[in-house]
């Protein structure tokens, strides 16, 4: 037997001490750094060592407060049982992850926050057996709990496949129930009214039961994980289903944070909840703007509302303010600025609770020791929220939600005459130069010797071949067709939108975009192979067909990035899910089906096996064609692969064949022919 019994309070003991030796590493730390280079040498040594001793030290006595999720959800089947019998419902419970680990001290906290908040999926998500058949539904509604790891936080979702939550009805009660007045209710977005549920007293029960009604929960619920320095976020669709995430941190006791200052004061930021530092001073390209009494900065191209730190805290300053820093700050499904004087190192810090005189103030989660003795409060992020609402929402959406901005991927642009310009990288097979002796002209038309093969080549002006100058050409490869196209000038490879705000009527270009800054007009690549090859246009003009929809499920945000745009200009309509849980909330929540899925086999947690065992399940895809990606080609992978049930198996590297086969699938649905 190799484990032993422990008393808690022994193991909150043993915690404490490790923060106090953290502290004293701190201290011994600055005062190395205060001393002359003579007074060194062999302490640094000593001192490095015990900074790596300390540091292994606190994670295993870490690893003595984890304990399994599983446990907060001990309760909660039989829950879901008693609510199934006496509201006539039949409910399953799915349990996602219940192997993932956190502090014990965080499992206390939100135990009665899940214990909630699955009553409530429960209760007002999922409909009656009859309510369900009605909307042809399964009779069995499901509740999904799922947690996972994530950037140093646990996420933990709380889902169900009911009736979702109706904007209108909840705009209705909360005019009705006075928590906000009819002008403000109507001028609220949906997602806007979404949160009108974490308001104190807010209910839509129609009766108090045992089970809800009685206006209690919700803003307990949000108050309990905010004490924890966490978020609680809904997203919900009528007539597919809600879905609470609760974002909170692993632990509570030792945290990473980023020192700041404002008019000589020193606080400290939880670093989980910092994306970037903008320096003001030497970043000339951002500057704190006003828009409509508003201080807002502009940041890749997006509107960040801004937060001065001392107008927060209402500091008085000797002198005009001076901010120098910007730090960026998310907040879940949300960004902003906070303007700080000066910044410093980022450190690990002991959190201690606030004395009871200031635990009231919402803007400090705790306070910490610095190692020169100085007592320093932790800001708490998630209390700037209702700072920021008012700028996020009413002053003309300066800042959107990050679900809601385009997709960016890798971009080439080049230099054509005396217009920029830009196609998206993966529609590129090859950057490439070439002589003007390897360009022929035949019957007028300049053709290029490329590799034992004649390429049409578009761009080209003719002038000596005996010029020994070098063409820098780009290379293009679509249904066994290929074009070269001469530039003048590779300018730059980056990631962005593609987003065209001007369109065009000249041949050759899709519209005009913003791209860094800078208008660039986005060519169009299939224009030039319908110029090369009269057949290509043949072959397109007779293929006005039916515009598939397809899903794309990989892991791979890169691999996503790489292949959508490909997609797109290739004539698909094109979603993308990164996990097997987000593919099957798109598949439930699309009005209508996809035609095609494309589902990465190597994936974390559930693999494209699950995935496709799941969607059969699922009548509106019984008969869907559902492509296989992978990494492996081994004969072996490939029979598993169909006999798993996937129409056909194409290697990740291999982007042309699976356009071939979208272009197969998409003439059977023009034909009419029935997929098996």
């Known amino acids: 037997n190799q484990t032993i019994r422990i008393g808690l309070d022994v193991v909150d003991g043993l915690m404490n001490l490790v923060g106090e030796l953290v502290l004293t590493r701190n201290q011994l730390l600055q005062q190395s750094e205060q001393q002359t280079s003579s007074e060194q040498g062999f302490q640094n040594n000593v001192l490095t060592r015990l900074s790596h001793l300390t540091t292994e030290l606190q994670q295993t006595v870490m690893k003595t407060r984890m304990q399994p999720i599983e446990t907060a959800w001990t309760k909660l089947p039989r829950i879901i ?3 199934s019998e006496s509201l006539g419902k039949k409910i399953k419970l799915r349990q996602i992850g219940e192997d993932t680990e956190l502090d014990r001290q965080v499992i206390e906290f939100i135990k009665d926050p899940l214990v909630h908040m699955v009553r409530n999926s429960a209760d007002h998500g999922i409909e009656t057996p009859e ?23 646990i996420f933990i979702e709380i889902s169900d496949d009911g009736k979702g939550i109706d904007p209108d009805k909840i705009r209705a009660k909360a005019i009705e129930r006075g928590i906000v007045s009819q002008d403000e209710g109507q001028k609220l977005s949906p997602d806007q009214v979404l949160q009108l549920i974490f308001k104190p007293g807010f209910s839509t029960a129609e009766q108090v039961t045992n089970v809800s009604g009685r206006g209690v929960g919700m803003d307990v619920v949000k108050t309990n994980i905010e004490k924890l320095g966490g978020t609680v976020e809904l997203h919900s669709k009528v007539g597919r289903g809600s879905t609470f995430v609760m974002k909170i941190p692993l632990t509570l006791s030792i945290v990473s944070s980023l020192l700041v200052q404002v008019s000589e004061q020193l606080f400290a930021i939880p670093q ?11 970043q000339t390209n951002y500057k704190i703007e006003h828009i409509e009494g508003v201080d807002v900065l502009r940041w890749r191209n997006r509107l960040l509302p801004v937060i001065r730190l001392e107008d927060v805290l209402k500091i008085e300053r000797n002198k005009p303010q001076q901010n120098s820093y910007i730090i960026i700050l998310q907040l879940l499904n949300y960004s902003f600025g906070l303007a700080v004087d000066g910044i410093f190192d980022s450190q690990e810090i002991v959190v201690k609770p606030l004395s009871r005189m200031i635990e009231h103030i919402h803007l400090f989660s705790g306070s910490t020791i610095l190692g020169n003795g100085q007592v320093v409060l932790i800001l708490e992020p998630n ?78 002006e003719s002038f000596s071949e005996d010029q020994d100058i070098a063409l820098p050409i780009l290379l293009f490869s679509d249904r066994g067709y290929k074009l070269a196209l001469k530039i003048d000038e ?17 041949e050759g270009s899709l519209g005009t975009s ?4 800078r208008p660039v007009s986005l060519i169009d690549s299939q224009h030039f192979f319908k110029k090369a090859y009269p057949e290509f246009h043949k072959r397109s003009a007779s293929g006005e067909k039916k515009l598939l929809k397809l899903l794309l499920l990989d892991d791979s945000k890169f691999f996503l990035n790489l292949i959508t745009p490909l997609l797109s200009v290739s004539g698909f309509a094109v979603k993308t899910a990164s996990s097997v849980d987000d593919a099957m909330n798109l598949c439930r929540l699309e009005e209508e089906p996809f035609h095609v899925i494309i589902s990465d086999i190597e994936m974390p947690e559930k693999t494209g096996y699950d995935f496709i065992t799941e969607i059969k399940g699922d009548e509106r ?28 198996f194409v290697p990740k590297s291999d982007q042309q064949n699976l356009i071939r086969v979208l272009n197969h699938i998409q003439q059977e649905e023009s034909q009419g022919a029935a997929h098996v």
């Open 81 to 83: 049982r008693d609510i």
């Open 131 to 153: 309510e369900r058949k009605a909307a042809g539904k399964s009779e069995t509604g499901t509740v999904t709990l799922k947690a996972y790891h994530h950037g140093g936080h």
């Open 272 to 282: 989980m909840a910092i994306t970037e530092i903008l320096n003001l001073r030497h």
């Open 383 to 460: 209390s700037f929220n209702v700072q920021t609402e008012p700028v996020v929402e009413e002053k003309k959406n300066a800042h959107k939600k990050d679900h809601l901005r385009p997709k960016e991927t890798l971009i080439l642009i080049f230099k054509s005459g005396e217009q920029i310009c830009a196609v998206p990288l993966a529609l590129v097979s090859r950057i490439d130069e070439v002589l003007p002796s390897e360009i022929s002209n035949i019957q007028g038309k300049p053709i290029l010797l490329y590799r034992d093969q004649l390429i049409p080549i578009l761009g080209y």
């Open 490 to 506: 590779i300018v730059d490879i980056l990631e962005s939108s593609t987003d065209i705000q001007l369109s065009t009527d000249s």
């Open 514 to 517: 913003i791209i860094q800054g």
């Open 621 to 648: 895809y019984e008969s869907t064609p559902i492509i296989a990606l992978s990494g492996k080609d081994s004969q072996e992978e490939i029979e598993k692969i169909k006999n798993a049930g996937f129409y056909e």
